[in-house]
């Protein structure tokens, strides 16, 4: 089953991810090789949803980036702010010169952001391009000319994201990502070549299962954060904590409101911040101070342990079953159960419940995610099943589907006890079966000692569907609390 992309639900671009495949893997090297110098093992067949900071890069232990592409960074901005600040209107000389070096074409070699890795780099809209730069023009005006503006963006604009200006960043510093990705492969005797796509520097290349051919760069591990930003503001809150003005400032903006959505919290920011040049400098330092690239240790989203898994061993996930696959759906539910029910034994009877926590708190839903499907795909490869686990990777919640030709569907969607379980079993695991036209489903509840009467209610509607003898989706739970270590156990 190829990966393929196109598929959009609730507006939400999926892209779909099957045959995970590793640079590491694709090219043959120790993984460790890319460990030892400080880079990211990419995947080749799907982005990792990580971004490029540019307030990290001068904090980078390699020195290419934090001395050579640090200074490009700011000299590159501090251009574009020279325009901004000598334009009189929008439309005139300076401000399009200004939007012809603000290019927000995506870059397509890095394999970070959302989607599929072996799609072309694609335009942004031109409104958010000038939404940025009406914003820059605000603050020059304010008095500041800090080029690393430009990294604060994402907090003050609600439609521009960090993958936003992590792709900005990849484009301005890409001389440095290929002279960094060079050294480094032709250290291994990686072949690498000149392309289009990489017309200066020679680069490693990988062609697609579409036959669609692409130079890769690789990416320092301590440049990166999580994507979206919007789901963990805790660097956010440090910076605007470090400051009393801001701090009282957004405090008052968001006092009535009870539960503010990530527009609302934007826009405190940015009105507090923009009161004068003193306070959005503050802000801008304090950023930098408490910003912090995506730790391998606490692993927040599962991307370290997703990797650990698909490199294991084979006989890791061998079964004493056979499994005939052209047979039907009823064979595809059996290696869909026994998949399942061999992560449920590793989170509930081994260490893996380990690698869904973080500072005694559940890890987000998605680390669960990525590691079911490491599991479930090891286990079709080592039981040669020819179907493998395909994953949307969009923005939103994963989710999985097996098939074996048109007819033979099954779907699996996995909430934690915490979430949204009974409307993501009444409804959202029945908009994405009718939208793939499957009636087979399996709804995967991670219970983290919080589910209480959900797990009730959702076995009531299903025996309620089945009663009316209307199809009704398989319930799973998995013990997913803290538990002693299994080596301590008796």
Partial sequence: MKPNIGLSWFGVQMASFSNPLLFSAHFKIPEEELERVGLIDPFLTVDTQLFIDPILLEKSAIKIISDDAYEAFRKHFENVIRLLAISKREGDVAWRSAQRLFSLREAPANGLGYGKSDRPGTSRPEEVRDAILRTTKE???????????????????EQVGPDTISDLTSRVIEPQLAKLTNDFCAHLGIPMKISDASPDIPLPHYTSTSGKERAIVLVPADIVRELPVANDWSDVDAAI??????????NQLLASIARPTVADRKDAIREAAFQSKELFETFIAAMKEHATYYDPNSDALGYYKLKEILRSKEDDFKSDRIYEVEKGIAEIKRVVNDAMEMFKHHVEKGNLWEALWINGRPKKERAAQLIYFAISDCFCKANNVDISPEANMGGGPIDFKYSKGYDARVLVEMKRSSGTVVHGYEKQLEIYKDASRTNHGVFVVLDYGDLGEKLTAIQAMRNERLKRGEPASDIVVVDATQKVSASKRK
């Fill in 139 to 157: 603050v020059i005006e304010l008095g500041s000319r800090d080029p690393e503006m430009i990294s604060l963006m994402g907090f003050f604009e």
């Fill in 241 to 250: 904590n470090a400051n009393a003005a801001i701090r009282a400032r957004v």
